[in-house]
């Protein structure tokens, strides 16, 4: 398969490596890596690698992310999340939206954050959520993180509606905790639904249910896709088919990898870039340092650098 990026809406109740698994099934691959972790109670776009794009996906640019989240008031959890036990509760003062907005506003810019105490940040080797676990208290050292803003989308008596704009790294539920005490109050993140991870977008992200229709003509994908223990297993379409009618779901490398600047090579020479045989110089204005894309008409052939020596290149890009 040729080396490709989908970008699926991940639906509510499963991990992000559950949604790997039935890609890789569903495709008869065994390469497919997903970009960013959404955890099993959030919702929304998750960007899958597939095939030889796997190797692709450290220079993608993820530096956008935005979120969708509701802050429930008047209470915290220990995982700052739904899936937590109850710990802290607070009453919930009278709040217009002034108040909601300047609280908000002040969050913007570059800050400190904690990652919490259930999350897959490493401290000596091992997941912060590991610890957790096991009852071992340990905590990460604060990181910066980047608030672009946050706009207040809905509300109701006990609950905030918020849309986050903000930089890779940033925990929502750390946000949400860090809302509810900014308003007097104590919270926990209570839904959160990913909008935007860098170039992947929802609006191009592909479904359980049409993906489930897509593979066996049924929208039920719990049946089709993940079906319980010991149940009949639903036919499932040729994979050729399945491929085809997958298309126009698919980013290609030269998509995915916009960001960077491109110089291109006449065919007579595209070989040679594939066989490893070097590569152009970069387009006008990159500077030592730059990356850039070596494309080939519409494909992306490599990824280079430039360096002090001149032209190197980081990835030639498999066209399996």
């Not at 999340?81 to 909601?100: F, M, N, Q, Y």
């Not at 126009?248 to 916009?258: C, K, M, N, V």
């Not at 870039?273 to 070596?294: C, D, F, I, K, M």
């Amino acid at each position: 398969m040729k080396p490709a990026f989908l970008v699926m809406d991940k639906p509510v109740g499963i991990t992000s490596h559950d949604v790997v698994a039935v890609l890789r099934a569903v495709l008869g691959i065994k390469k497919v890596g997903h970009t960013g972790t959404l955890d099993p109670f959030a919702t929304g776009v998750l960007p899958l690698a597939l095939g030889p794009a796997t190797r692709l996906i450290q220079y993608l640019d993820e530096g956008v992310k935005i979120y969708d989240a509701t802050i429930q008031l008047g209470a915290e959890t220990d995982t700052g999340d739904p899936t937590g036990e109850i710990g802290r509760t607070a009453p919930i003062p009278d709040l217009d939206e002034a108040r909601i907005l300047d609280v908000l506003a002040g969050f913007a810019g570059i800050r400190q954050q904690v990652p919490p105490r259930h999350s897959a940040v490493k401290v000596n080797g091992r997941p912060l959520y590991a610890y957790a676990r096991a009852g071992e208290e340990v905590e990460a050292a604060a990181r910066p993180i980047r608030i672009d803003r946050i706009d207040l989308v809905d509300r109701g008596p006990d609950w905030l509606r918020v849309e986050i704009h903000c930089g890779r790294g940033t925990y929502a539920r750390v946000l949400a905790v860090e809302i509810a005490e900014a308003l007097g109050s104590a919270g926990h993140l209570s839904a959160l639904r990913r909008l935007r991870s860098g170039p992947f977008l929802e609006s191009a992200a592909l479904d359980f249910p049409r993906l489930s229709e897509i593979v066996s003509g049924d929208p039920d994908w719990r049946k089709v896709l993940r079906p319980a223990r010991g149940a009949e297993r639903m036919p499932w379409r040729p994979r050729d088919l399945v491929r085809r009618e997958l298309m126009p779901w698919l980013l290609s490398p030269a998509q995915a990898l916009d960001h960077l600047p491109a110089v291109d090579v006449p065919e007579a020479l595209r070989a040679r870039v594939r066989s490893g045989g070097g590569v152009p110089g970069p387009p006008a204005g990159v500077e030592l340092g730059g990356r850039y894309r070596v494309m080939g008409g519409e494909e992306l052939l490599a990824l280079a650098v430039l360096e002090d020596q001149g032209a190197r290149a980081l990835r030639v890009v498999d066209a399996a």
